[in-house]
């Protein structure tokens, strides 16, 4: 399985501080790096930023990439601390409730340091820990938004680069989907930008940019289909709408933003769509060996509902909550059906029913009604238990009558502001009674209102019984968000179901039950195909709607869809690339490289991020402790595979040290400590007669699924580049361009020698050297022992001299500046003419300018045998930028004409290669490359590659890992 860090993110690191002039009198503006004329800063502007104390935010960059609903955003954030002493920075961003952080990065000092996230420590669980809270709230309203904050030390006179990613799947309520960004940074930006792409399998309709929302909730349907003037989007906001494809943005200048608000609180900017649907079995979308099916049918008559309303009416509710319950409860009373049956129940020491039963909506049982939410008068404590189980009695009652529809759709909506005081105070005891009230045959739907509400019961309460937990903030509309969530489920159209697939065909299927299906809204499975390359799907829909039972069935052409969400991907990629664009702290930012990236995988990690849902809600609902611990083991193997923030795992980042001077602490000069976790190469390409790799285990995924760490050959995208490498012990593998043949070879030398394997200094200025570690050979091998590369530097020196060290732990790049990298997680750096783009675990490409490129793979081992060593592999990528003097073990082949012997030898011509005027004996023999992912046949050459390389091998011994060949005291002058 793909990790999430197989996401490449771009960014170059910019100078320690930034470029002073002479105008005095506004030096500090200029450190703030308007972007506008000094002396023409407003004076209000010029008062808020002198009087700021704190590093200032100079770039504050989101971008968020939609594909087929699917959302990607990535956050970039300039810090600088203008004073000379060293200060604390913030930075803290609010992502959605709903959302999983996937990568942080931030960039201090010239160093990099990278987030790992890692499986949580069991601990003794504590009443008031936030981080349990938090780990409950998976069914969370996706407009709620949590903090993500770090706090770190800024040296005098620098900068602090942070980066954020984070996703989501986006639910559709409504009939739309709706697309949060937090706008909140709490200081002026001088340079704020804000960029979505929405791509979609099916047209775009409905596109809506709503004005900043301050956090009071949404507007209610009633008030957004009243009859007004169309809210226009916020100042500045460009919107580009195609069939397929919209682009957003939004880009307040540092005056458009005082006009809003002067504390840098801007607000939530918020984007609906949805998309148009055709009848049947819905949208389902292939790539790369999974699928995800969207199914959300229209038209369909509405099932009778029997409802029943349990609001809470202690003490707390006085004042604003209660008469925004009575408002929204008056506006849902003329929205029931006819068909439909009802009542009410209040609480708070005591509970009080409306009507002994459940009655048909009529006029005269309507009016009754308001009459009787009008009486309500908060008073007392707060008897949970006692409210949900009369509830549950009500509903039972009427189910068990004759009146009652066999297919009607029945539900308690329970709404409360407090804990349990009253009663039965137990959440645990509240829980077991409620499942034994409820016995299957309804759902419960809950609200929380204010702070002072145990939202775990609540979201424990519905998810244990086919429902949704919503939380109303304090200050928000809570008679808009009450209507709302009752129109989200107000209509039911569809129940009892089921959704298959030809069992032959899939595996690991993510949630394909459903209890009901409600107008507006969306069900989205995902699952894995056991045969790529089969012909077709068979889906089969079941379920009832009003007095019938519906089935759905067709066979879905995988070849076809699979042609079809590519082309759907290169579109994604067509409308990202480009969009990056320069950035004053950060020279050269690829938004498109970063995001374009998670279009080529999004089925899997839809897949992925449902399945991690999944194992989240049956571990809530787990009813022994082993059940449990079973569903945290699944769901935490899935958070690692996919390096998703969730409940369950934590992310750590190493923080800088700064000095009491307010410098930056010396450079580490050793790696971070080695990290836990399976093979990151699944094979090392050795010749068929050494031993196999250490295989990773396989582990739960979630009820069903399961997971393999590496999965799929650490199923990396395969690399494209040219099967010229030395990998192994060391094994050398040359493709000869001008020759169309390829030749291999094996270099039998010793640990601690250094090999030339590119050298262009005097050309293009590139040297690649690497350095043998020996290793025993496992038992019955021929060998006493083996050597492989466990270090490469590649110097370059045009335009000015800079290195990239490299080790199976970690990167060292010293170009504009020193920054140690570790290998386990992905980032890419820019330096001058060097790019560094890591993918963790996995492999290193290096690019030099823009026409040469060289990949190192990182094999790793976990628990290694003695014969075991992590080691690296050197590849060549592209070489159009070196010249025809280049030479080294590789580097003298890339323009060389090599051809089978035509006449002139004792030997046959078949096993004869010409080198200049050299004839090698050579034998034809298989390869593994690319950790035996591919097999290259070639011509091999013994003897340590005699009269097949230029001299000897002696020729080929560098003095140290830095020599380029061409010193006084340097070698491989051929």
């Known amino acids: 399985?793909?990790?999430?860090t197989s996401i490449f993110v771009c960014f170059?690191?910019?100078?320690?501080?930034?470029?002073?002039?002479?105008?005095?009198?506004?030096?500090?503006?200029?450190?703030?790096?308007?972007?506008?004329?000094?002396?023409?800063?407003?004076?209000?502007?010029?008062?808020?930023?002198?009087?700021?104390?704190?590093?200032?935010?100079?770039?504050?960059?989101?971008?968020?990439?939609?594909?087929?609903?699917?959302?990607?955003?990535?956050?970039?954030?300039?810090?600088?601390?203008?004073?000379?002493?060293?200060?604390?920075?913030?930075?803290?961003?609010?992502?959605?409730?709903?959302?999983?952080?996937?990568?942080?990065?931030?960039?201090?000092?010239?160093?990099?340091?990278?987030?790992?996230?890692?499986?949580?420590?069991?601990?003794?669980?504590?009443?008031?820990?936030?981080?349990?809270?938090?780990?409950?709230?998976?069914?969370?309203?996706?407009s709620d938004l949590e903090v993500f904050r770090m706090a770190v030390k800024i040296p005098g006179r620098n900068r602090a680069i942070f980066f954020l990613t984070y996703e989501e799947l986006l639910q559709r309520r409504l009939g739309r989907y709706e697309h949060v960004t937090s706008l909140r940074p709490l200081q002026l930006v001088s340079r704020l930008s804000l960029d979505i792409t929405i791509v979609d399998h099916s047209p775009i309709t409905q596109l809506e940019v709503l004005p900043l929302r301050n956090g009071k909730g949404i507007a209610s349907s009633a008030s957004s289909n009243a009859k007004t003037a169309k809210p226009a989007p916020p100042v500045t906001t460009v919107i580009k709408s195609q069939k397929n494809v919209c682009s957003i943005t939004f880009s307040p200048s540092i005056v458009q933003q005082v006009k809003i608000s002067t504390s840098g609180t801007l607000g939530d900017f918020v984007v609906r769509y949805d998309v148009e649907r055709e009848f049947g079995i819905g949208d389902v979308q292939v790539l790369n060996g999974h699928f995800v099916h969207f199914f959300a049918p229209k038209d369909l008559p509405a099932v009778p509902k029997n409802v029943v309303f349990v609001i809470d009416t202690s003490a707390s509710m006085v004042g604003k909550k209660i008469k925004q319950t009575k408002e929204a409860l008056l506006t849902i009373l003329g929205d029931l059906r006819p068909s439909d049956h009802f009542n009410f129940i209040s609480f708070s020491n005591k509970v009080k029913e409306w009507k002994n039963r459940l009655v048909p909506v009529t006029p005269l049982n309507v009016r009754d009604a308001k009459k009787f939410i009008y009486m309500i008068s908060p008073t007392g404590g707060t008897n949970i238990n006692s409210a949900i189980e009369t509830g549950s009695s009500l509903l039972r009652d009427y189910l068990s009558t004759s009146e009652a529809n066999p297919n009607s759709v029945s539900l308690i909506i329970f709404l409360t502001d407090?804990?349990?005081?009253?009663?039965?105070?137990?959440?645990?005891?509240?829980?077991?009674?409620?499942?034994?009230?409820?016995?299957?045959?309804?759902?419960?739907?809950?609200?929380?209102?204010?702070?002072?509400?145990?939202y775990k019961l609540l979201d424990?309460?519905?998810?244990?019984?086919?429902?949704?937990?919503?939380?109303?903030?304090?200050?928000?509309?809570?008679?808009?968000?009450?209507?709302?969530?009752?129109?989200?489920?107000?209509?039911?159209?569809?129940?009892?179901?089921?959704?298959?697939?030809?069992?032959?065909?899939?595996?690991?299927?993510?949630?394909?039950?459903?209890?009901?299906?409600?107008?507006?809204?969306?069900i989205v499975?995902?699952?894995?195909?056991?045969?790529?390359?089969?012909?077709?799907?068979?889906?089969?829909?079941?379920?009832?709607?009003?007095?019938?039972?519906?089935?759905?069935?067709?066979?879905?052409?995988?070849?076809?869809?699979?042609?079809?969400?590519?082309?759907?991907?290169?579109?994604?990629?067509?409308?990202?690339?480009?969009?990056?664009?320069?950035?004053?702290?950060?020279n050269s930012f690829r938004w498109d490289v970063a995001l374009g990236a998670i279009a080529e995988d999004f089925t899997e990690r839809v897949w992925g991020f449902l399945s991690v849902k999944d194992g989240l809600r049956s571990r809530l609902k787990s009813q022994t402790s082993k059940e449990r611990e079973e569903h945290i083991k699944q769901a935490t193997n899935l958070s690692l595979t996919y390096n998703f923030l969730t409940p369950l795992t934590s992310l750590e980042v190493e923080k800088p040290e700064v000095l009491n001077d307010g410098t930056m602490a010396p450079a580490p000069t050793v790696s971070p400590a080695p990290l836990g976790g399976d093979l990151a190469v699944n094979s090392l390409p050795e010749d068929t007669e050494e031993e196999q790799p250490q295989k990773s285990d396989q582990s739960s995924a979630s009820a069903s699924h399961k997971s393999n760490r590496v999965g799929k050959g650490s199923a990396k995208k395969p690399i494209t580049i040219s099967k010229t490498s030395a990998d192994g012990d060391p094994h050398f593998v040359v493709e000869i361009p001008l020759s169309k043949l390829t030749v291999c070879f094996n270099i039998n030398g010793e640990p601690g020698h250094i090999l030339s394997l590119v050298s262009d200094h005097k050309n293009s200025g590139v040297t690649v050297n690497g350095k043998l570690i020996g290793a025993p050979a496992p038992p019955g091998s021929h060998k006493q022992q083996r050597t492989y590369f466990n270090t490469i530097t590649i110097v370059v020196d045009q335009p000015k001299r800079a290195y990239i060290e490299v080790t199976p732990k970690k990167v060292i790049l010293d170009g504009k500046d020193r920054m140690v990298l570790g290998c386990h997680s992905t980032v890419t750096v820019t330096s001058g003419v060097l790019t560094v783009a890591i993918v963790g675990k996995s492999n290193v490409t290096v690019t030099v300018g823009d026409n040469i490129s060289f990949i190192i793979l990182l094999h790793q081992y976990k628990n290694p045998a003695p014969y075991q060593k992590d080691h690296l592999g050197f590849y060549i990528g592209n070489s159009k930028g070196l010249s025809l003097g280049c030479h080294g073990l590789l580097g003298q082949f890339l323009h060389e004409e090599v051809g089978l012997a035509e006449s002139g030898a004792d030997l046959a011509p078949s096993t004869v290669l010409k080198v200049k005027e050299r004839f090698v004996p050579v034998v034809q023999k298989t390869r593994k490359i690319l950790s035996g992912t591919q097999s290259v046949d070639c011509w091999f050459a013994r003897n340590n590659a005699a009269k097949l390389i230029d001299g000897q091998y002696e020729d080929y011994l560098m003095s140290h890992m830095f020599d380029t060949g061409h010193s006084p005291h340097g070698t491989n002058r051929l």
């Open 1 to 4: 399985m793909l990790r999430i």
């Open 12 to 142: 170059l690191v910019a100078a320690g501080g930034p470029n002073y002039t002479q105008f005095d009198e506004d030096l500090d503006l200029i450190d703030f790096d308007l972007g506008i004329a000094p002396r023409r800063v407003p004076r209000q502007i010029k008062t808020i930023l002198t009087k700021e104390t704190r590093p200032h935010i100079q770039e504050l960059s989101i971008k968020t990439t939609i594909i087929s609903r699917y959302a990607f955003t990535a956050v970039h954030c300039a810090m600088l601390n203008r004073h000379s002493a060293a200060a604390e920075g913030v930075f803290h961003f609010a992502i959605p409730a709903n959302a999983y952080i996937s990568n942080f990065t931030m960039i201090v000092g010239g160093r990099v340091y990278q987030s790992e996230v890692k499986a949580k420590e069991k601990r003794v669980k504590q009443e008031n820990d936030k981080t349990r809270v938090k780990e409950s709230d998976d069914s969370r309203d996706q």
């Open 418 to 454: 407090g804990r349990p005081t009253v009663g039965e105070v137990q959440s645990v005891k509240i829980l077991g009674n409620t499942r034994s009230a409820v016995q299957e045959k309804f759902c419960v739907f809950t609200i929380g209102i204010g702070n002072d509400v145990d």
């Open 460 to 522: 424990r309460m519905a998810l244990e019984n086919c429902g949704m937990m919503r939380r109303i903030s304090e200050e928000a509309d809570a008679s808009a968000m009450l209507k709302g969530f009752y129109d989200e489920i107000g209509t039911p159209l569809l129940s009892d179901i089921r959704i298959n697939y030809t069992e032959e065909s899939v595996q690991y299927v993510t949630q394909h039950l459903f209890t009901n299906f409600f107008n507006g809204s969306e």
């Open 525 to 586: 499975i995902a699952g894995k195909l056991t045969n790529k390359s089969a012909e077709s799907l068979h889906v089969q829909v079941t379920a009832t709607n009003n007095d019938k039972s519906i089935i759905l069935e067709t066979d879905v052409p995988l070849r076809h869809r699979q042609l079809e969400t590519e082309k759907h991907v290169k579109a994604a990629t067509l409308a990202l690339a480009g969009s990056g664009r320069p950035s004053a702290s950060v």
